[in-house]
């Protein structure tokens, strides 16, 4: 098996649109063609992030920030169970390995909010790593 590892980010080059749950076709061509036998699928899921920051949670004293959109945005949930359908789209084009990453940050215009990060990194068993400046956080899954 080679060492090298193919990286691709999901929403917009794997899948044509955000949130899409199905490989674009020229993605699956490309796959099949290739055969690529590690495969790094890695995502960035604000969403996750600023629901968890909008989202009133009353047991922890917190009322959210007021908006009522938070109940459309994606749980930790949602994109675990979209990202191990499209890595098992992926597996059963190539026969090979697939692992994923996700980036639960979430940018407002004044901070990213890393206790909220730490929090969701908790609940889901894992530790958040962070880059130096802050600007991302990606989970393991």
Request: a positive charge.
């Amino acid at each position: 098996m080679s060492d090298k590892v193919w990286m691709f980010d999901v929403d917009g080059t794997l899948c044509f649109g955000i949130g899409e749950n199905e490989l674009h076709k020229t993605a699956a061509l490309w796959l099949e063609k290739h055969k690529p036998q590690r495969v790094a699928l890695c995502t960035n899921q604000g969403g996750v992030g600023r629901r968890y920051w909008m989202e009133p949670r009353p047991d922890e004293g917190y009322d959210g920030f007021g908006h009522d959109s938070w109940p459309n945005l994606p749980t930790e949930a949602d994109v675990h169970a979209r990202m191990e359908g499209l890595a098992a789209q992926i597996r059963a084009i190539t026969g090979g390995e697939v692992k994923w990453y996700a980036s639960f940050a979430y940018k407002s215009r004044k901070e990213i909010h890393p206790p909220h990060l730490k929090k969701l990194a908790m609940r889901s068993g894992h530790k958040a790593g962070a880059s130096q400046n802050r600007e991302c956080c990606f989970v393991p899954c």
